[in-house]
């Protein structure tokens, strides 16, 4: 049972004031408070939430935890507390490794607001220190934005759960420096929890500074939408890294996927739905400056080649460009022979690729396509050294994409990561709030 406490209660109970932060033991249901900002004790959040007006928030806090399905429903917001409550550099939410799945989905109509900083990122992790992949389910949100399936129902979480709309500012909320640790979870074959999913999110959402970092499945997914998403990183995604289907129109930029050492599919798949139809709308997202290092820094060895191990794969008639990339220790780097491929002149341009098998175009060339070494500091560490600057002598410091889109910066370097600040953007961007704890 769920106990929407007024400021009266607050102030009595059990010795709380207004500035109580220190959380104690958690406790089985979350309290629903309308007074902003102020915290009684670490929680156990749970099952279905409400909210008696718009106007009520739900609060998550340093230690809180997710337990099971955590449904934030229409007309809710759910506000993660900045608050470091530890000093350990960090606000940690549990998402609890003994319910599976824990998973926090945000509903139609529902806002989310986790805003951590390059200091004090919010960390989503499984209880108890698991280091396992799939620990627990991960987030999701559902928007009202547009898809090409108008039937579709969210994957992962049971019951038919449609997404998808007419709106596409819709507003899901803002995470900003967020880290999502050891997610994903299967519940049958083709129905599984991503990191972070993305279905029919809107343009209104903000998604910036945000690391998955070893999950079960794909690590960021998009599933139709409008949402843009930059500065993002992904980290030893044991399927693909970046997926995206379903009409996404999205911008992404800035993104950095380092597989681990011995799991991972592809860096970039993209379709425009399952079947490869032409419904409308195309998925038709643009994906500027990306940094894709693959699992095998043995590039020369052409042996023992996975034909799943592709940095960019391309098919089932996605409209989609990528500029700027980087594409270095997959098998394939590139891949637009599948069914439906709809590859052109202006699909990949502005690239480096340095891979085993180079790459395969499907009907038209790919244009503007170096294969050759990109020369970065030190992209293969799987540690704290790791760095994907371009050194002084790496091609990628020139060499990007001149024209431009709403949304979008327009670079003269190659990859996520410029040798020194260039564009306003920080060669650092990605350090400081990420982990590399493989």
């Not at 139809?277 to 020369?300: E, Q």
Request: glycine fraction near 12%.
């Amino acid at each position: 049972m769920k106990h929407i406490r007024i400021l009266a209660a607050l102030a009595v109970a059990a010795g709380a004031t207004a500035a109580c932060d220190t959380p104690s033991a958690p406790v089985a249901s979350r309290d629903l408070i309308k007074a902003s900002g102020i915290t009684l004790q670490a929680v156990k959040l749970s099952g279905s939430q409400s909210c008696a007006s718009a106007a009520d928030t739900i609060f998550l806090a340093d230690n809180d935890t997710i337990s099971g399905q955590v449904n934030i429903p229409n007309g809710c917001t759910l506000r993660v507390r900045p608050a470091d409550n530890n000093g350990d550099g960090r606000v940690t939410i549990y998402g609890d490794a003994s319910v599976a799945p824990s998973a926090l989905v945000v509903h139609q109509g529902a806002r989310i607001y986790a805003e951590g900083s390059a200091t004090v990122p919010i960390v989503f992790t499984p209880t108890g220190g698991s280091t396992t992949p799939g620990a627990w389910g991960g987030i999701v949100l559902i928007g009202n934005a547009p898809t090409n399936d108008a039937t579709a129902t969210v994957e992962g979480i049971p019951g038919s759960v449609a997404y998808g709309g007419s709106v596409a500012n819709d507003n899901s909320g803002t995470l900003r420096y967020v880290r999502i640790e050891y997610a994903g979870y299967q519940l049958v074959t083709n129905n599984e929890l991503n990191g972070l999913s993305l279905y029919g999110v809107g343009s209104g959402t903000t998604l910036e500074y945000i690391q998955v970092h070893r999950g079960s499945d794909d690590g960021i997914e998009f599933f139709g939408g409008t949402a843009s998403i930059r500065y993002a990183v992904v980290t030893g995604a044991e399927d693909d890294s970046f997926d995206y289907s379903f009409g996404w129109v999205g911008n992404a930029q800035f993104v950095i996927v380092q597989q681990g050492a011995a799991v991972g599919d592809k860096g970039i798949e993209a379709d425009n739905d399952d079947a490869g139809s032409t419904g409308s709308p195309v998925t038709d997202a643009d994906i500027w400056n990306i940094t894709l290092v693959g699992r095998d820094a043995s590039v020369a060895d052409s042996t023992s080649v996975d034909a799943g191990n592709i940095g960019i794969q391309l098919r089932r008639n996605v409209a989609s460009r990528v500029r700027n990339a980087i594409v270095l220790g997959f098998d394939a780097a590139f891949d637009g022979t599948g069914s439906n491929a709809t590859i052109t002149t202006d699909s990949v341009t502005n690239s480096i690729f340095y891979a085993k098998a180079g790459y395969t175009v499907g009907n038209s060339a790919v244009n503007n396509i170096e294969q050759a070494d990109p020369q970065l500091v030190n992209p293969w560490a799987r540690s704290t050294s790791r760095d994907f600057r371009p050194t002084a002598t790496s091609r990628s410091r020139s060499g990007g994409y001149t024209g431009s889109k709403t949304g979008l910066v327009t670079t003269t370097f190659r990859g996520a990561v410029p040798q020194t600040t260039s564009s306003g953007v920080s060669p650092t961007w990605y350090t400081g709030w990420t982990t590399w704890a493989y």
